[in-house]
Structure formats: structure tokens, C-alpha cells
């Protein structure tokens, strides 16, 4: 489902690479605040840019601090600090929302070495003392009482293939995007295997999906997920 018009060329990749050149450490802020937000899994924790944005929020600070010492104008000094505000209100819940997916889906993160190796050094630590008091709780107050067959804090029983007690992210939820560039070939529908049409057969696969610049689609995650990773489409 769309909204909005869109023309149907693609806008070259070096007017794409001069539209990111041109936006500032707080609009990149919002950007991948928006895609943690919408997005269903962690996505590559940004240590550079949110080292900057650490450091302008101590020199903006510093500079509210000295314009209030020096007597500026007043509306002056709340237009900075109206800045600084949005700034740390951004990072803080880029931060938070970061922390909720980890408490969520710790087991399912750290035992993945690609999600893992998205988390800041300080994330890892966290993960992994969530999860080892975690377990610690779930064996001293359940686990031990159970049966041998069933303390296993990742599986139902010993017999389970899977580790079908991890909470892992459900990709194929639906989500708001936007993206700059003209898509096509996008497949949004797998075979479905497991739901076949009336004759008995596999429903056969939808048509590829195309997308236009500057256009609003409302589409499942899964499809779009390397293109959201490549930063080619935007989620909202």
C-alpha cells in the first residue's frame, strides 16, 4: 500500500551520497533512531557517530551554560537549549530502545555471532550478564525442581531440535518506508509451502514488487531487510 506521488526514474547514488554528506550528526541520529524504532530486530550499533554526537551535546552544554553566565538574550539561550534537549532526548531513546530489544531477545542475540558483533562493547556486557543472572534465577527458583529432561533454560526438553524457548524478533511484521531510490524485483511473497491452494498445489509466487522515490509503502519487514541494512530504504 502506498501514499504520496513519486516519479518513476531512480535518483543516481551520487545525489543520494550528497543528500547523506549534506545532513548533519543529528539528522543521521534521527534516521537510525526511526529504523531502530520501526524495525523488528538490532540493527549495527553506530559507535562514531554517536561519539560525536556525545561530544556536541558537552559542548552544547558548555555553550548554554556560558551564554546563561554572560547574560545572551534569553530566547537565544532557549532556542540552544531546545537544541540540546532534542539531541539528548534522540540519544537517550536510540539507547533505550537498543537496551529493550537486548532484554528481550538476549539469548537469541548472543548466541548469533552477527547480532552479537552489532552491540557496542558496553551492550555485550550487558547482554551477557542479563543472561547469565537470567539463567541464574530460572535455576535456582524453577529448573532445579523440574525433571532432568526439561531444566534446560533454551529448550522445552532434551528432545527438541530447536531452541524453541528463545523470544526472537518476528520479521514478518509489517512496516512504514520510504526510499530515495526506484526499487524493483522486490520479492515480497515466499512460496508458501505449508498453505497450498485449493487443487492441492503451492500457490505460486506474487509478481515482484516495485517501489517508487519518495513514496510511502506499508510492507512487510522480511522483503525489505537488505535493503533497510544497506540503508537504501528508510523505515518510519
Known amino acids: 500500500m502506498a501514499s504520496g506521488s513519486g516519479s518513476g526514474s531512480g535518483i543516481p547514488e551520487t545525489d543520494d551520497y550528497e543528500s547523506l554528506v549534506s545532513m548533519t550528526d543529528v539528522d543521521h541520529l534521527k534516521r ?40 545572551v538574550d534569553p530566547l537565544t539561550v532557549s532556542l540552544y537549549q531546545m537544541d540540546l534537549d532534542r539531541t539528548q532526548f534522540l540519544l537517550r531513546s536510540y539507547l533505550r530502545i537498543r537496551l529493550q530489544k537486548i532484554e528481550k531477545y538476549m539469548f537469541h542475540i548472543v ?9 557496542s562493547k558496553q551492550e555485550k556486557s550487558f547482554a ?18 523440574l525433571p532432568e529432561n526439561y531444566q534446560s533454560i533454551l529448550q522445552q526438553s532434551i528432545i527438541s531440535e530447536e531452541t524453541d524457548m528463545v523470544p526472537k524478533p518476528q520479521l514478518d511484521v509489517f512496516v512504514v518506508c520510504k526510499t530515495k531510490y526506484y526499487l524493483g ?26 517501489m517508487e522515490p519518495n513514496v510511502l509503502y506499508f510492507v512487510r519487514y522480511k522483503p525489505i531487510k537488505k535493503f533497510v541494512e544497506e540503508g537504501r530504504i528508510d523505515l518510519y
Open 185 to 210: 524485483h522486490i520479492q515480497l511473497e515466499d512460496m508458501d509451502d505449508g498453505n497450498p491452494d485449493h487443487s492441492g498445489n503451492q500457490r505460486p509466487l506474487e509478481e515482484p514488487f516495485e
Open 128 to 145: 551477557e550478564r542479563c543472561c547469565d543472572d537470567l539463567k541464574m534465577h530460572l535455576e535456582e527458583s524453577i529448573l532445579s525442581r
Open 32 to 71: 537510525i533512531w526511526r529504523r531502530e524504532k520501526a524495525a523488528p530486530e538490532i540493527f549495527q550499533f553506530e559507535t562514531a557517530l554517536i561519539d560525536r554526537i556525545r561530544e556536541q551535546i558537552q559542548l552544547m552544554e558548555e555553550t548554554v551554560d556560558e551564554f546563561v553566565e554572560s547574560g
Open 111 to 119: 548466541k548469533s555471532t552477527d547480532l552479537f558483533n552489532r552491540l
